[in-house]
């Protein structure tokens, strides 16, 4: 009986490694559909950072001049070789194209420091997967305006072109993350607070580092976490990303690695996506996961210092559950606030919505109570595109309400993972029309009307909204929670 079932097992077994195998390879000929591979999908860059044992003892300046090399190898062997063709105007990688942004006034694909005249603290800023120091700029002028110095860091593989994150891993993101850190308190002493502001990929290593910092005398635990859209976890399918190496080097196949490949149009952001990118974020966010349950069984999560997360309650990129399920959850009560932007339940086209969301909230909201206060930012009434703030401290089961003076643009029914950090007012993903030297093309305010299969790029990438109209409210949360903690050193 028992052979039997044994060899009905290995039976089902091969059928389902069969089914696999042959889905994997379908996957491998339908990749070859895709556009031709560019010299930016191919190329590599012998410049840039990767971590070893010596970054202990490297300096920000070392890294600086590192990522000045890296640029000029861009600049040589990328651009100055882009096809210059009608094709490629809108390309970063263009020569004089709209969209290139050595350019522009300034760069903000590379590290920068921002100085006030007065320093009251410190922040490094984390950007996204495929993004760069640009999706946190607004943030680091709202420090600087509170005499906060601010290092936005590049992370390695990003910034310069799409194949350069191909080959990078989680561990050179991290120990670029302890080199930043490390000059953020030689700026400001550690005597003064120091703030680890985060944004997708970039919020689960403010997470990951905090976790060392725990574990690790020798790092410096940050005073506040700020969040945006943090990746705690992302779709299974992730864990899968790196099937594609047992074809994708043979050169017929070599499409097969890339998830997308698109005209690079955004000068900020790549748009083309290698899976080892998805790869390197779904270990670091499983490393996320492991290490606070160890830190939390060492009883040392008890430390973990106040964290202010915002996060859409509907996230294309992100589980969303995660945040509450494997982070907050597990935290103490200590100043931690988790605010979650609703979706628009006053929009002419909520009778397309798949789901209303509601249980979400109503979980949460009815839920013992919780470690950490609990904040949406939701309608009125489902009448109504005017939004107030409805807040469950912690430990607490009494809700708040508190009108915030905004209401939901025309046309509008929610906020996505990249709008999260981008004022209405942003010069290339805000709604607005002026142009100026940071900006010839605004790539929020596009909306291409006409017949399918017209254009070359995905119409998805103009559906998906770039801008957060709530973020004055973000603003003035961050200026409180960097009140808390300067106006101890004024007393």
């Known amino acids: 009986m028992l052979k039997s079932i044994f060899k009905r097992s290995q039976q089902l077994a091969v059928i389902v490694l069969a089914v696999i195998a042959t889905i994997f390879v379908l996957g491998a000929f339908d990749a070859r559909r895709m ?115 601010v290092l936005g860091l590049r992370l390695p593989g990003h910034g310069t072109i799409p194949a350069a994150i191909d080959s990078v891993s989680w561990q050179d993101w991290l120990a670029a993350v302890q080199i930043g850190v490390r000059r953020v308190i030689e700026q400001t002493g550690d005597q003064k607070p120091y703030f680890m502001v985060g944004y997708s990929t970039g919020a689960a290593l403010a997470i990951k580092y905090t976790l060392d910092a725990l574990e690790d005398p020798s790092l410096a635990v940050p005073d506040q976490l700020v969040l945006f859209s943090p990746a705690v976890a992302v779709t299974p399918l992730a864990k899968f990303a790196d099937w594609h190496k047992f074809l994708s080097y043979i050169p017929f196949f070599e499409k097969f690695k890339w998830t997308a490949i698109e005209l690079e149009y955004d000068p900020y952001k790549y748009i083309s996506f290698p899976k080892n990118a998805g790869q390197q974020t779904h270990l670091l966010t499983r490393a996320v996961q492991r290490q606070i349950k160890t830190v939390k069984q060492e009883g040392k999560l008890s430390r973990f210092p106040p964290s202010l997360t915002f996060q859409s309650l509907v996230d ?176």
């Not at 950490?372 to 939701?378: K, R």
């Open 316 to 491: 294309g990129t992100v589980r969303t559950g995660a945040v509450t399920e494997i982070f907050y959850n597990n935290l103490n009560p200590g100043n931690h606030e988790l605010v979650f932007f609703d979706i628009n339940r006053s929009a002419v086209i909520k009778s397309f919505f798949k789901s209303d969301h509601r249980k979400i909230i109503q979980r949460l909201e009815e839920k013992d109570p919780l470690p950490y206060d609990l904040t949406i930012v939701t309608n009125v009434g489902d009448d109504s595109s005017e939004v107030i703030a409805r807040t469950r401290p912690a430990t607490s089961n009494a809700i708040s309400e508190i009108p915030l003076g905004l209401r939901w643009p025309a046309g509008i029914f929610s906020l996505s993972h990249i709008a999260i950090p981008f004022p209405p007012d942003d010069l290339i993903y805000g709604r607005i029309s002026r142009l100026s030297p940071e900006s010839r093309m605004n790539l929020g305010s596009l909306e291409p009307r006409g017949e399918r299969g017209v254009l070359r790029v995905s119409l998805n990438h103009f559906m998906r909204l770039r801008y957060n109209p709530f973020f004055p409210y973000i603003k003035k949360r961050m200026i409180e929670a960097i009140r808390r903690h300067t106006a101890r050193g004024d007393s």
């Open 35 to 149: 556009p031709d591979l560019e010299l930016w999908h191919t190329a590599e860059l012998k410049s840039e950072f990767a971590a070893d044992e010596s970054n202990g003892n490297l300096t920000f300046q070392t890294y600086l001049e590192n990522e000045e090399r890296l640029f000029q190898e861009l600049q040589r062997n990328i651009v100055a070789n882009a096809p210059n063709t009608a094709k490629y105007q809108l390309s970063r990688y263009f020569p004089e194209g709209l969209n290139n942004p050595e350019t522009f006034a300034r760069n903000w694909n590379r590290s920068y420091e921002l100085i006030p005249p007065e320093i009251k603290g410190g922040a490094i800023l984390l950007h996204g997967l495929t993004d760069s120091p640009y999706s946190l700029r607004k943030a680091a002028e709202i420090l600087v305006s509170q005499h906060i110095y």
